[in-house]
Every structure is written in C-alpha cells, then in structure tokens.
C-alpha cells in the first residue's frame, strides 16, 4: 500500500522559516524522483523542488523553481525513505497547500516543460503553509 505522509505546516510569519517532511512506503523509494508541489488558493499546481534517486550526475538530482532558488533547499534520508524541504526566508506568496509527489518519471526537463497533474505518480494529502504577519 503506497502511502506519503507531510507535515510540518503551519502559519509563520515573513521571513520565517519551516521544515516540510514527506514520510513514503509501500514503493522503490531509490528509484523515484520525489518532488514538491504546491498549490495556493484559486490557483493550479505548481512545480516546487525535486530530489532525484535516478539523477545519473549530481548536477541533475535536485531543481527548485525560480521563486523558491536560493531560499528553499531539497534533502532525503534514504535509510527512512523520506524527503524534506527546508524553507527559509518565507513570503505571503508561499502560502499554499504543499504536495510531495513521488513519479520515476519527474525530470528537469519534465518539470519546466509539463505542469504537475494529479493522475501522475503517487500524492499525499498536502500540508498547509500559510506566511502571514
């Protein structure tokens, strides 16, 4: 049975920061590519940040959207089959209901071509992040 878990929401404030856990099991965790997704209010989704467990160069393993480069930062722990984002820096326009996603499939090349679709891969239920003073 496939399950991915997140946590970690919640409402911070400007410029704060939060850690986002995605907990998996139940699939080939190193054969997947785990991704992020976002979705804000009235919205579609957005593409976020990746880990790649097929990346066959380091250089390609992670990718972050634009807005989020240089703030947002992307790890695993292989050994508990589980992906975070660290999010630092946060602004309003943050606030989302943010997916992890798991598909062998999500590429660079995916991502800034094709937009997230909910029939692709596996889903949790989303975590809320709201940045709000």
């Known amino acids: 049975d496939v399950q991915l878990e997140e946590s970690g929401g919640g409402l911070v404030q400007p410029g704060g920061s939060l850690r986002l856990s995605c907990v998996t099991s139940?699939?080939?965790?190193?054969?997947?590519?785990i991704a992020w997704v976002r979705q804000a209010p009235g919205k579609g989704l957005e593409w976020v940040s990746f880990i790649s467990n097929r990346a066959k160069n380091i250089a390609d393993a992670t990718w972050y959207a634009h807005s989020v480069k240089g703030r947002f930062t992307v790890s695993k722990d292989d050994a508990k089959k589980t992906v975070f984002l660290h999010m630092n820096d946060l602004k309003p326009e943050d606030t989302a209901v943010y997916y992890c996603?798991?598909?062998?499939?999500?590429?660079?090349?995916?991502?800034?071509?094709?937009?997230?679709?909910?029939?692709?891969?596996?889903w949790g239920q989303g975590t809320q992040v709201t940045v709000s003073s």
């Open positions: 996603n798991a598909d062998p499939h999500v590429t660079k090349m995916v991502v800034e071509v094709h937009g997230p679709r909910k029939d692709y891969g596996f």
């Open positions: 139940g699939f080939a965790f190193s054969t997947y590519t």
